[in-house]
């Protein structure tokens, strides 16, 4: 009995030895320092094995853009807009998730960007993909309006660098947002110097993500390359997802997530969170337009602004501007993108100067059964695809990794039964499940390529500045009343860093913004 009781007293002894070190470690962790809670191995160490994890300090807000605290709100047509025979804009109560958004529309100028970088990676051998990333400048003809000098000037001029692109279409958009989010990665690695600059980029040896990651892409290693904790690697190594150094992709706004940010309902809270209150689970209206719970397009103050345009939009008939002296909105077209007050996220023209395409795939009945949470129509399933050896297939010629569709097979063994195709386009609404197929051509203008774009432009009434109205477009067609702003997924905690998501009651030190 005795000697059991020694031995029972040096196992406690021993364990409590081992969680002493490992608490000790633990209350050390530092840059390059941790320990696993589950294996009591030490973390970013050689002698244990490599394994890596990240000192992260939490998601950068992208420049140019501002954080939007996600939340639920009231979707859809408020009560006292004019009823229309579309019934395409049932209310009906979702969620969206945090993100990050454009303060503006994107600019001539950076679009002008963007199409300098495909001109110098590809114009010598691929000048098609450079005309098809150029916007259709022919969208300012009318056939009773002289409009040349916008056909000629609007996108080149530099006298309208800061107002808004147009004559994009929504695959363009997209294409725009892959380009932005490879360019902001790379700049990203080059300033914390794992890659150096390489202006002479050409065809597929260019920068992407993806390719980086998979070792398809060398560039110019920099000064302070990543050493591989690996025993068995190569002394160093790429940039990973889980170094925390890359940012997520740039894209669309769905519909929700657009109608939200233009709604700026966290101005309508009485007592928003901050450093030294929880903040109120309420919203104490609704708002009609961008600017706040007034049914008023003018602003509102006593003082010299009193009673001018908050948006830029068509007052009436004939009436673009205003008169000589007074103009009402001082834009006779668009507006520089920056015009105009934001409103409580920060963002501005979110009614009026340019419609906006989103991402979503249009339905009159989108609505009717919609997803509760992050609800989107246009799902289109892909991976990378890979060898018989599981790599990944070689890049294409301009420098991308192949995709392909998730075959049924695979989603069927890994997808609850009501996911039957890579292609979501159509579900439960003119798929082949549903009793009506939407025939283009035949008995409607919908397929699967017309997309939704939200928002009033400078040639609209005022009633299409509620961000409660939608109207759809075929994705490959265009307009000079139509541009687009980009998002970004906001990773991890949904109230931008005030605190660690969930709650904790004191336990953890709230972060500092």
């Given at each position: 009995?005795?000697?059991?009781?020694?031995?029972?007293?040096?196992?406690?002894?021993?364990?409590?030895?081992?969680?002493?070190?490992?608490?000790?470690?633990?209350?050390?962790?530092?840059?390059?320092?941790?320990?696993?809670?589950?294996?009591?191995?030490?973390?970013?160490?050689?002698?244990?094995?490599g394994f890596e994890v990240a000192d992260y300090k939490g998601q950068q807000t992208p420049f140019g853009m501002t954080f939007v605290m996600g939340g639920r709100f009231t979707m859809g047509a408020v009560d006292d807009e004019m009823p229309t025979l579309?019934?395409?804009?049932?209310?009906?109560?979702?969620?969206?998730?945090?993100?990050?958004?454009?303060?503006?529309?994107?600019?001539?100028?950076?679009?002008?960007?963007?199409v300098y970088w495909m001109t110098r990676v590809y114009g010598s051998d691929y000048m098609d993909l450079v005309l098809a990333a150029k916007p259709d400048e022919t969208v300012w003809r009318s056939p009773l309006a002289y409009n040349e000098p916008y056909v000629k000037n609007y996108f080149n001029m530099a006298a309208y660098d800061q107002y808004p692109v147009v004559g994009v279409n929504w695959f363009q958009c997209n294409d725009f947002c892959k380009w932005r989010t490879d360019r902001i990665n790379e700049f990203l690695l080059i300033n914390d110097e794992k890659l150096d600059w390489n202006a002479t980029q050409s065809n597929e040896d260019n920068f992407n993500t993806m390719t980086y990651q998979v070792g398809q892409y060398e560039g110019t290693v920099g000064h302070r390359p990543k050493t591989d904790l690996d025993p068995n690697g190569q002394g160093h190594r790429v940039m990973k997802m889980e170094d925390g150094i890359f940012l997520p992709d740039f894209r669309l706004p769905t519909e929700a997530e657009w109608e939200y940010a233009a709604l700026g309902l966290i101005g309508n809270n009485p007592a928003p969170e901050n450093k030294r209150r929880r903040g109120e689970e309420v919203v104490t209206d609704?708002?009609?337009?961008?600017?706040?719970?007034?049914?008023?397009?003018?602003?509102?103050?006593?003082?010299?602004?009193?009673?001018?345009?908050?948006?830029?939009?068509?007052?009436?008939?004939?009436?673009?501007?205003g008169v000589a002296g007074g103009l009402n909105d001082n834009a006779d077209i668009t507006s520089p993108v920056n015009s105009y007050l934001p409103n409580h996220f920060g963002l501005y023209n979110m009614a009026g100067n340019v419609s906006e395409w989103v991402m979503d795939t249009y339905r009159p009945s989108s609505h009717q059964d919609v997803?509760?949470?992050?609800?989107?129509?246009?799902?289109?399933?892909?991976?990378?695809?890979?060898?018989?050896?599981?790599?990944?297939?070689?890049?294409?010629?301009?420098?991308?990794?192949?995709?392909?569709?998730?075959?049924?097979?695979?989603?069927?063994?890994?997808?609850?039964?009501?996911?039957?195709?890579?292609?979501?386009?159509?579900?439960?609404?003119?798929?082949?499940?549903?009793?009506?197929?939407?025939?283009?051509?035949?008995?409607?203008?919908i397929n699967d390529s017309t997309?939704?774009?939200?928002?009033?432009?400078?040639?609209?009434?005022?009633?299409?500045?509620?961000?409660?109205?939608?109207?759809?477009?075929?994705?490959?067609?265009?307009?000079?009343?139509?541009?687009?702003?980009?998002?970004?997924?906001?990773?991890?905690?949904?109230?931008?860093?005030?605190?660690?998501?969930?709650?904790?009651?004191?336990?953890?030190?709230?972060?500092?913004?």
């Open positions: 009995m005795k000697r059991k009781l020694i031995g029972f007293s040096l196992l406690c002894i021993g364990a409590a030895s081992l969680f002493t070190s490992c608490s000790k470690h633990s209350a050390k962790v530092g840059k390059g320092e941790g320990v696993s809670r589950v294996t009591s191995w030490y973390w970013n160490d050689r002698r244990t094995g579309d019934n395409n804009s049932f209310r009906r109560t979702v969620s969206v998730s945090s993100f990050y958004m454009d303060e503006t529309e994107i600019a001539n100028v950076s679009y002008r960007e963007y609704r708002n009609t337009l961008p600017w706040g719970p007034k049914n008023t397009t003018r602003y509102g103050m006593r003082n010299r602004y009193q009673g001018e345009f908050e948006g830029n939009f068509m007052r009436g008939q004939g009436d673009a501007m997803n509760e949470f992050r609800p989107f129509r246009g799902n289109n399933f892909k991976s990378y695809v890979v060898q018989e050896d599981y790599t990944y297939e070689e890049k294409d010629s301009l420098g991308h990794l192949l995709e392909a569709p998730v075959s049924a097979n695979r989603l069927n063994a890994t997808r609850p039964y009501d996911v039957r195709s890579s292609d979501l386009a159509s579900y439960r609404d003119g798929d082949t499940l549903s009793n009506y197929q939407y025939k283009y051509g035949e008995n409607t203008l997309k939704v774009y939200k928002g009033g432009s400078w040639a609209d009434r005022a009633y299409w500045l509620s961000p409660g109205t939608r109207r759809f477009m075929q994705g490959n067609l265009s307009s000079c009343t139509v541009g687009f702003r980009c998002v970004m997924d906001r990773l991890g905690s949904p109230d931008g860093d005030f605190q660690p998501g969930g709650n904790n009651f004191g336990a953890q030190k709230k972060h500092k913004r």
